[in-house]
């Protein structure tokens, strides 16, 4: 109590309604030289129990301080040595023994699901149903003539087949031969094909008929190649058709194979976006992969019965959740009709219907374009593979049983999945994003700071990944392996000496164990569920135009409420600005659609920081009123139509008639939005593809006029195709 002149005054605590700011840390020094303070913070933005951890870590932090005020502030622990080993704890998922053996490889696990229920169905396509013996005996057969051919084991196999039952056969068949599949998206430019097979060293490469002239080029590009002439098998040729009818279908042994087949063995190999320019391959051994189908299992309630949508490409490791946690499960695959785009919300809704799937997991970009109501058939609703916002699990989690699942390639697909999202009152919502859950069976997430030392809890950190999903790492890239696979350092009988993935994801850990993401340490983005190295784009850009552009700068901005790649580019002395069309066609030809950025700016120079690198927070935010081309009016009603659509669709402030929907920012998902607002307008359907092909205001002005509401009358009213019958419906019958 402080002494005035006949007064006496002492502090008072007052309450303040209202934060003045978003977090207010204030001190005062004590009569005894102690420190005490307050927290102010915003209700709105941090809750109570963050910045009581918070409160917690700072007192340790300055009794560090304390005890040895030469130490650097790395260096001191955040937590005491109870919080520690807590914390750590904390970490891991739940244990369970799994057997081992060779009989967790994935062909294994299959196979003992064939035994259990040979006559179930386990892929259905168009007029084809295969059931689980039938499925096993085709795949043995291709596995007969891959062996033949004297596969190895570890050796990767390619495989550029469409989405049929072809493709899920030739996964297993390789498999059961011993080896490693390499899926080839054949939409992919041929420059990134021809790289994959190079640097996986592939060696023989499985297609089909409509793809043959393709296989063609890559045979011919890889006569070249240090490991020789690329063999083919095209398995639906009249020859080869011929050849597998003569094998046998039965099981195949070790001995014909000539070894075991290890769970240590390679499964697939499944290439991601790359920061140094170039895509890299992760090695995937079977090993990990029992520990995450039981838990796939049991989270999202796959067993039989259950009719899966195989959504994902085959060129991404999505497609091993869809495909092979089914088929050890005893469900059904169901694969969408050849051709039907599945990134688009009008077909993943029509095939839902169509198919009465019940299980279905897509990135939570293309929920933006989905009713609700249209999803409330399904039993489970998977999101995976970008951030999942508040507002979606608001509007999809009162109807449907909705999971956030996260994990990384480098780790087998999937390390943490949520417990059934509720929906949470917008007024009291304090994240950006759903929470990503707990660690799966066997795994240890750890949130750690720089020096690896775990923080506490509503701290943010790195996380590292340990388990039996770690991976090999990346296929014949062993530096790069060495710098994201590291030694566990933390001294427990489970995790002790075993490899930790470095993620690159930041996150926190809540006060009731959830985990929640945060964003990205590095440039690497996700673009509606693709994972992307904006290195890579710019490698690619300066390498297009080494003459023309001296600085590249990729980001991630929100445009339209739109997450879009733009690209900030600066040009060398005396350049001029080239047409935007030809940057876009230059990547093409080595990136796949994906990574194309959807608007290209032109600057004096990239803004750079204190320590002379890039800022990339400080460039300039892109301006959607400059699309790139000169602006011509529209002169016809539905010219004029078209322009004010895509202005809406698109965010751009002004289109003329001359702009390309994609040139402005446009992109698969956008345009079925486009096509859905043309049809509302109209009363024509205007199919996707027509879209791709005529993207002008004047062009697909021309292309409209030429259809009538009538042709199109089936479709409006909302018929679509023709349900399929079920293998039930056909017995009842």
């Known amino acids: 109590i402080a002494d005035f002149v006949n007064l006496r005054a002492r502090p008072e605590k007052i309450d303040v309604a209202v934060a003045k700011f978003d977090l207010t840390l204030s001190l005062r020094l004590q009569d005894d030289k102690t420190l005490s303070g307050v927290i102010e913070f915003d209700a709105d933005l941090f809750k109570k129990s963050s910045v009581q951890c918070w409160t917690q870590a700072f007192t340790r932090l300055l009794d560090g301080f304390i005890q040895n005020s030469s130490a650097s502030a790395l260096t ?7 919080e520690r080993e807590q914390t750590l704890m904390a970490s891991w998922g739940p244990t369970l023994e799994l057997a081992k053996g060779n009989g967790n490889t994935i062909q294994a696990q299959f196979e003992e699901q064939v035994k259990r229920s040979p006559d179930a169905s386990a892929i259905e396509f168009q007029n084809i149903v295969l059931n689980y013996d039938a499925l096993n005996q085709k795949a043995n057969v291709l596995a007969r003539k891959l062996i033949a051919s004297g596969v190895r084991a570890d050796q990767t196999i390619g495989l550029m087949l469409d989405r049929t039952p072809n493709l899920i056969i030739s996964m297993l068949a390789v498999l059961k031969a011993g080896s490693a599949y390499l899926p080839l998206d054949p939409n992919l430019p041929l420059e990134r094909l021809k790289y994959l097979l190079a640097d996986s060293e592939t060696e023989l490469l499985i297609s089909e008929q409509a793809h043959q002239s393709l296989v063609h080029e890559l045979k011919h590009h890889t006569q070249t190649l240090s490991h020789g002439e690329l063999k ?16 046998s279908a039965g099981g195949i042994t070790d001995q014909e194979r000539g070894f075991a087949v290890m769970p240590e063995n390679l499964a697939y190999v499944i290439y991601t976006s790359g920061s140094t320019g170039q895509p890299k391959g992760v090695a995937v051994p079977h090993a990990g992969t029992k520990n995450f189908f ?15 949508l195989q959504f994902a490409s085959a060129s991404f490791d999505g497609s091993v959740q869809e495909i092979f946690t089914t088929l050890i499960s005893g469900a059904t695959v169901v694969l969408p009709d050849e051709g039907s785009r599945m990134d688009t919300a009008a077909n993943l809704v029509e095939n839902i219907r169509d198919y009465k799937i019940t299980n279905v997991t897509i990135p939570p970009a293309l929920l933006n374009f989905v009713s609700p109501e249209t999803l409330a058939t399904l039993d489970t609703l998977c999101v995976a593979g970008e951030v999942c916002a508040p507002a979606t699990v608001r509007r999809f989690a009162p109807l449907v049983r909705m999971i956030n699942a996260y994990g990384p390639t480098e780790a087998t697909v999937c390390v943490t999945m949520s417990e059934p999202l509720t929906e949470e009152p917008e007024e009291t919502s ?68 075993r490899l930790m993935y ?55 901005q929100h445009v339209a409420n739109d997450k879009r790649l733009i690209a900030y580019l600066v040009l060398k002395p005396q350049q001029i600005n080239p047409e935007i069309s030809l940057l876009r066609q230059a990547l093409q030809r080595t990136l796949p659609e994906f990574m194309i950025p959807a608007h290209f700016v032109f600057l004096d120079s990239l803004p750079i920081s204190n320590n002379g690198k890039l800022n990339r927070q400080a460039l300039p935010a892109f301006d959607s009123s400059d699309s790139g081309a000169e602006y011509q009016p529209p002169t016809t009603d539905h010219e004029r139509l078209l322009c004010q659509l895509f202005q809406e669709v698109t965010g751009t402030q002004q289109v003329g008639i001359l702009d390309s929907f994609f040139t402005i920012g446009g992109h698969s998902l956008l345009a079925m939005r486009l096509v859905a607002k043309i049809r509302q307008m109209t009363h024509c359907d205007v199919p996707l593809r027509t879209l791709f092909n005529f993207s002008t205001p004047v062009e697909l002005a021309k292309k409209l006029g030429e259809l ?26």
């Open 708 to 733: 009538t509401p009538s042709t199109t009358k089936r479709l409006i009213a909302g018929s679509g195709r023709k349900a399929r019958k079920t293998h039930q419906d056909e017995k009842n019958e």
């Open 76 to 82: 001191l622990q955040l937590l005491n040595q109870v």
């Open 294 to 308: 039981v838990a796939k299992q049991k989270q999202l309630q796959v067993w039989p019965g259950k009719r899966v």
């Open 502 to 556: 470095r993620t690159g994801d930041l996150a926190r850990r809540l006060s009731d164990e959830n985990i929640e993401f945060i964003g990205r340490a590095d440039s690497q983005v996700k673009i509606r569920g693709y994972r992307i190295e904006t290195g890579e784009i710019e490698a690619a850009l300066l390498a297009a135009f080494s003459s023309l552009l001296s600085q590249v700068a990729v980001v991630a």
């Open 232 to 247: 083919t098998l095209i398995i639906d040729e009249p020859e080869s058709v011929g050849e597998l009818a003569r094998l």
């Open 430 to 497: 304090t994240s950006a994003s759903a929470t990503i859950g707990k660690p799966i069976l066997n795994t240890a997430i750890y949130i750690l700071d720089q020096a690896l030392e775990p923080v506490p809890k509503g701290v943010v950190g790195e996380m590292y990944i340990c388990g039996p999903g770690v991976t090999r790492g990346y296929l014949n890239k062993p530096s790069l392996t060495s710098e994201r696979f590291i030694a566990c350092p933390f001294d427990d009988q489970t995790f002790a000496g």
